[in-house]
């Protein structure tokens, strides 16, 4: 689901969560685990990376549909905990995209302080198009990087881009080819792992403040909001019919298949 393993100076969490990592419950809850584990440690530096072709497909839009309303009661606290504490960590977080990075898989990807990734890659939040509001934090992180010109274009299209599109707009920071992303990623993660930790904390503090003090003004009135739209009948029909386009009747998510 999650796994760890430590290079030196770097700790690594990689999801692997079946084929597309999608984001559930089980698979927040241990990132959250992981990541206060983390602060714990002495690695001086987090990279968080998927498998195989995909980074992360975003929310598990079927468990949603089979769960409900009270499923999503837990997990879209769950989810903005996650991203909160993603984008305020306060050591070095280098996001090694591997593959596409969609949805809620974009947004992981957005709270990161750099992006590593190649040109074929996948980038987007489609929320909009499956039907679905945005949690604000994660509304917040998916625009912090972009450049101010494509923050509608992304944001409420939802239109997917690759790689390439995706370092011109700030959503990644640097491209390599598919094999070198690790690789690049740890090595950043060593380089701004080297710097002196008080200092580099107080800094991305104060870099992320302005998103986190939004956050936590507007948060405890746009979170019931969320919730009851994502909870409403008409919600859960355009997801169904989402659903119903992207996976055949019967089959397991697919690596291409977006999710919310």
Known sequence: MLELTLDGPVRVLRLAHGK???????????????????????????????????????????????????????????????????????RPVIGAINGHAVAGGCVLACACDRRVSHAAARFGVPELKVGVPFPLPALELARAPLLPGEVERLLLHGEQIDGTEARRVGWVDELVEPG???????????????????????????????????????????????????????????????VSATLPSGTARSEKSPAG
Do not use: H
């Open 20 to 90: 597309a990592s999608a984001l559930d419950v089980e698979l927040l809850e241990a990132l959250e685990a992981a990541l206060r584990e983390a602060l714990a440690g002495p690695e001086r530096a987090l990279v968080l990376t998927g498998t195989g072709k995909i980074f992360s497909a975003g929310v598990d839009l079927p468990r949603v549909l089979r769960e409900g309303s009270a499923y999503l009661e837990r997990f879209l606290p769950l989810l903005d905990r996650v991203c909160i504490a993603l984008y305020a960590f306060d």
């Open 180 to 242: 070198a992303v690790l690789t690049r990623a740890l090595e950043l993660a060593r380089e701004l792992g080297a710097l002196p930790p008080r200092a580099f904390a107080l800094n991305k503090r104060m870099l992320r403040r302005p998103v986190l003090e939004r956050i936590e003004r507007d948060q405890p009135r746009c979170a019931e909001r969320v919730l009851e739209l994502w909870c409403a009948p008409a919600t859960r029909a355009a997801i169904e019919r989402f």
